[in-house]
């Protein structure tokens, strides 16, 4: 069982940057795959970014690639998202999402992850 929190979010104009992060309660966090995802209201839940257990590897949405990069910190049992250049459309509630697993497979899908955090709200004004 492991326990999910962000942080980091806010208001931001057009163009600026946030770093999300997330923190972990799990005392075996380095078995868990994590992911970041966002709902805008009246939309599906999306995928934003993913990174297996090491850190070794990362995948994006092609929304996001080349702004978002997410990292975790192993030791912190953190993970973040630093968000830049961002844009209006990038408004949404931003969850952490972590995903058990032995084989370190990152998930791309929001059923392949079993926990949740409760939700940051990013804003960008225009």
């Known amino acids: 069982q492991v326990q999910l929190v962000e942080s980091g979010g806010g208001l931001v104009q057009a163009g600026g940057s946030l770093r999300l992060a997330c923190a972990a309660s799990?005392?075996?966090?380095?078995?868990?795959?994590m992911g970041w995802f966002r709902q805008a209201p009246g939309k599906d839940r999306e995928f934003v970014a993913a990174?297996?257990?090491?850190?070794?590897?990362?995948y994006y949405a092609d929304s996001v690639k080349g702004r978002f990069t997410i990292s975790r910190d192993n030791a912190k049992n953190t993970v973040y998202l630093q968000m830049n250049s961002l844009k209006p459309e990038d408004t949404a509630v931003y969850y952490c999402?972590?995903?058990?697993?032995?084989?370190?497979?990152?998930?791309?899908?929001?059923?392949?992850?079993?926990?949740w955090g409760q939700g940051t709200q990013v804003t960008v004004s225009s």
């Open positions: 999402a972590g995903r058990r697993t032995l084989t370190g497979a990152a998930g791309l899908t929001t059923n392949q992850y079993g926990y």
């Open positions: 799990a005392r075996t966090f380095s078995m868990y795959a």
């Open positions: 990174i297996t257990l090491t850190g070794g590897n990362t």
